[in-house]
């Protein structure tokens, strides 16, 4: 069973910076395309980063030239390293293989205050 363990997330004020990990287990990490997703309060979950199992990279246009996504196969982890936040960037953070959607993790919780 695949499983998903998101962490790294916190409290940070406007314009700091975090790097949240996603550790996978349960699947060929290493051929699987896999993305980062948000929901904030009262809207919906949102594709924010994806990642090819080439490493070829992809934005929402949100947070595009402020967040960067990246893997190391090695240790089957997905990281996504996020700059210059912003308040509207609080949400639960998750991972997850865009194509498939496996069952979603527990999330890790980025507030950014202003």
């Known amino acids: 069973q695949v499983q998903l363990v998101e962490s790294g997330g916190g409290l940070v004020q406007a314009g700091g910076s975090l790097r949240l990990s996603c550790v996978v287990s349960g699947t060929i990490f290493s051929i699987s395309g896999m993305g980062w997703y948000r929901q904030a309060p009262g809207k919906e979950r949102e594709l924010v980063a994806r990642?090819?199992?080439?490493?070829?990279?992809n934005y929402a246009d949100s947070v595009k030239g402020r967040f960067t996504i990246s893997r190391d196969n090695a240790k089957n982890t997905l990281y996504l390293q996020m700059d210059s936040l912003k308040p509207e960037d609080t949400a639960v953070y998750y991972c997850?293989?865009?194509?498939?959607?496996?069952?979603w993790g527990q999330g890790t919780q980025v507030t950014v205050s202003s």
């Open positions: 997850n293989k865009p194509a498939l959607l496996y069952t």
């Open positions: 990642i090819t199992s080439g490493g070829s990279t």
